[in-house]
């Protein structure tokens, strides 16, 4: 009778052991992960995510950072500057990152104003300074395959100059008014650069309050030019200009105006000179707006109810050879909507022939072509920063600046792969189990692993950044003859 009970209890943990066994393999093809782990690699699912690296900049923090998919660290940069919001890993496998410069010209939100490049390695090898008394770079800025450099820049001006040209008195609030530049520089040396393309918007303003006054016209007549005084009780940084795109094939310019809730887009191919007038280039309308979208009531073309932007980020054109390859993509923080949730929009602007946009006012389209947003929506909500970019396997990379939070979804709008940012304000990393805390990011770039940086490079995958951090395991192999994937993820 003992030793049949010994079998009986033999037999019954072999039997525990096999069904945890498989409840772990569920777990595992699942792609779920443990509540425990609060920081770094927080969800993966098997089979479902693009391999490749993800870049990031920390927000009040002066290092930058390249990761996998599984969060393992690969790269890292340190500047003597806080992150001025935005970083690129260049083909040369350089980073391109701008720096929160240490003076007092501007002070606005999204500060940079100082760039750099840094070698694989770590060794600076470029820096510019672009922020005096009367311009700043700020936010965004684009490399280009040309090696030059498009950048936004406020550009202050004067309360008696905004005034003579037309602004109602009494709505500048602060020293200046701070309307915006595109400059496109060439970079020279170890620290010198030459301007040899730029576009200023105050070259392109009108007003309708003073007929004595320049640039006086019918506003809801002419969306090509920019009302001085649509958004007048906005701060001094009146425009807030957050995200700049190139499209080569067009030769044109996507901006995003967060304060207006506006994208704009212009023409490229202009001489410096057409740029600041209405006439010239491919396009033949000077540095004028080509396209508009998002709000008509900023060009008196319609109400709040029209309003299909709120405080957008991260505008850029779907690459080609992608899901909706040409499109334009849109992080659409929500901030001002009725209730209160972020999405992706996807538009097709409407053209007569590639690059000309339909002249219907206002301007099209009425209904974004995609959208993703979460199935509770304001389980979804980054009111400010953040980021999207399509993947070139149709998936989808969101980041919710706010929360630090990059994730992957499918075309099935689920998510496969998550990652919380574990640092800190001040380059403090945290340990994983506690709570994220201001770990903000403006934004994440996701690069394939076949892209021209990893090339001819031994890239092997160090600890992941957390402290202590919760024991896993992710193994990722991409075969890219046969494009297959596995990933495991559990806990040791």
Same mark, same amino acid.
């Given at each position: 009778?003992?030793?049949?009970?010994?079998?009986?209890?033999?037999?019954?943990?072999?039997?525990?052991?096999?069904?945890?066994?498989?409840?772990?393999?569920?777990?595992?093809?699942?792609?779920?992960?443990?509540?425990?782990?609060?920081?770094?690699?927080?969800?993966?699912?098997?089979?479902?995510?693009?391999?490749?690296?993800?870049?990031?900049?920390?927000?009040?923090?002066?290092?930058?950072?390249?990761?996998?998919?599984?969060?393992?660290?690969?790269?890292?940069?340190?500047?003597?500057?806080?992150?001025?919001?935005?970083?690129?890993?260049?083909?040369?496998?350089?980073?391109?990152?701008?720096?929160?410069?240490?003076?007092?010209?501007?002070?606005?939100?999204?500060?940079?104003?100082?760039?750099?490049?840094?070698?694989?390695?770590?060794?600076?090898?470029?820096?510019?300074?672009?922020?005096?008394?009367?311009?700043?770079?700020?936010?965004?800025?684009?490399?280009?395959?040309?090696?030059? &450099?498009?950048? +936004?820049?406020?550009? @202050? !001006?004067?309360?008696? *100059?905004?005034?003579?040209?037309?602004? =109602?008195?009494?709505? $500048?609030?602060?020293?200046?008014?701070?309307?915006?530049? &595109?400059?496109? +520089?060439?970079?020279? @040396? !170890?620290?010198?650069? *030459?301007?040899?393309?730029?576009?200023? =918007?105050?070259?392109? $303003?009108?007003?309708?309050?003073?007929?004595?006054?320049?640039?006086?016209?019918?506003?809801?007549?002419?969306?090509?030019?920019?009302?001085?005084?649509?958004?007048?009780?906005?701060?001094?940084?009146?425009?807030?200009?957050?995200?700049?795109?190139?499209?080569?094939?067009?030769?044109?310019?996507?901006?995003?105006?967060?304060?207006?809730?506006?994208?704009?887009?212009?023409?490229?191919?202009?001489?410096?000179?057409?740029?600041?007038?209405?006439?010239?280039?491919?396009?033949?309308?000077?540095?004028?707006?080509?396209?508009?979208?998002?709000?008509?009531?900023?060009?008196?073309?319609?109400?709040?109810?029209?309003?299909?932007?709120?405080?957008?980020?991260?505008?850029?054109?779907?690459?080609?050879?992608?899901?909706?390859?040409?499109?334009?993509?849109?992080?659409?923080?929500?901030?001002?909507?009725?209730?209160?949730?972020?999405?992706?929009?996807?538009?097709?602007?409407?053209?007569?022939?590639?690059?000309?946009?339909?002249?219907?006012?206002?301007?099209?389209?009425?209904?974004?072509?995609?959208?993703?947003?979460?199935?509770?929506?304001?389980?979804?909500?980054?009111?400010?920063?953040?980021?999207?970019?399509?993947?070139?396997?149709?998936?989808?990379?969101?980041?919710?600046?706010?929360?630090?939070?990059?994730?992957?979804?499918?075309?099935?709008?689920?998510?496969?792969?998550?990652?919380?940012?574990?640092?800190?304000?001040?380059?403090?990393?945290?340990?994983?189990?506690?709570?994220?805390?201001?770990?903000?990011?403006?934004?994440?770039?996701?690069?394939?692993?076949?892209?021209?940086?990893?090339?001819?490079?031994?890239?092997?995958?160090?600890?992941?950044?957390?402290?202590?951090?919760?024991?896993?395991?992710?193994?990722?192999?991409?075969?890219?003859?046969?494009?297959?994937?596995?990933?495991?993820?559990f806990k040791k």
């Open positions: 009778m003992f030793q049949k009970t010994k079998i009986l209890q033999h037999l019954n943990q072999i039997l525990c052991k096999t069904i945890s066994f498989i409840i772990l393999l569920i777990l595992i093809n699942s792609g779920l992960v443990f509540g425990q782990k609060t920081l770094g690699l927080t969800k993966i699912k098997a089979g479902h995510t693009e391999n490749g690296y993800v870049l990031f900049a920390p927000l009040y923090c002066k290092t930058t950072y390249l990761i996998d998919k599984c969060g393992k660290q690969i790269n890292s940069w340190k500047s003597d500057y806080n992150s001025g919001y935005t970083a690129y890993l260049l083909p040369d496998g350089g980073l391109l990152r701008s720096g929160h410069a240490n003076d007092s010209f501007y002070d606005h939100g999204g500060k940079g104003g100082v760039l750099e490049k840094f070698d694989w390695n770590g060794k600076l090898v470029w820096s510019y300074n672009i922020s005096n008394d009367s311009l700043a770079q700020h936010h965004d800025f684009l490399p280009m395959d040309n090696g030059n &450099i498009l950048l +936004i820049a406020w550009h @202050g !001006i004067t309360r008696k *100059e905004a005034e003579a040209k037309g602004r =109602l008195p009494g709505t $500048i609030f602060g020293k200046r008014l701070c309307s915006e530049r &595109i400059i496109e +520089i060439k970079p020279k @040396g !170890i620290n010198e650069a *030459e301007v040899v393309w730029q576009w200023s =918007l105050w070259d392109h $303003i009108a007003q309708e309050l003073d007929p004595m006054k320049p640039n006086f016209t019918n506003i809801a007549a002419h969306p090509e030019l920019f009302n001085l005084n649509y958004g007048q009780f906005n701060p001094s940084d009146w425009i807030h200009l957050n995200s700049i795109d190139y499209n080569k094939e067009l030769d044109q310019i996507v901006l995003s105006n967060h304060h207006m809730s506006e994208i704009w887009i212009i023409d490229h191919s202009t001489t410096i000179a057409e740029a600041a007038s209405h006439s010239g280039g491919k396009y033949g309308k000077g540095g004028d707006f080509l396209y508009r979208w998002g709000n008509p009531e900023a060009y008196n073309n319609g109400g709040s109810k029209d309003q299909k932007l709120f405080k957008q980020h991260s505008v850029h054109w779907i690459p080609k050879g992608y899901k909706d390859e040409g499109d334009i993509m849109i992080f659409n923080n929500g901030t001002g909507r009725d209730s209160s949730y972020s999405c992706i929009d996807i538009i097709t602007p409407p053209v007569t022939s590639p690059g000309n946009y339909m002249q219907n006012i206002p301007f099209g389209p009425s209904k974004t072509k995609w959208t993703y947003k979460d199935s509770i929506p304001g389980n979804f909500f980054s009111p400010f920063q953040s980021s999207t970019q399509r993947l070139f396997n149709g998936n989808t990379i969101i980041c919710g600046g706010p929360q630090g939070r990059f994730f992957e979804i499918n075309d099935k709008n689920k998510i496969v792969w998550e990652y919380i940012n574990p640092v800190s304000r001040g380059d403090t990393i945290i340990i994983d189990g506690n709570r994220a805390d201001k770990n903000s990011v403006f934004r994440c770039i996701f690069y394939s692993d076949n892209y021209s940086a990893f090339k001819g490079r031994k890239i092997s995958a160090g600890s992941p950044i957390e402290i202590n951090s919760i024991p896993y395991i992710c193994n990722i192999s991409n075969n890219t003859k046969k494009k297959k994937k596995s990933c495991r993820l």
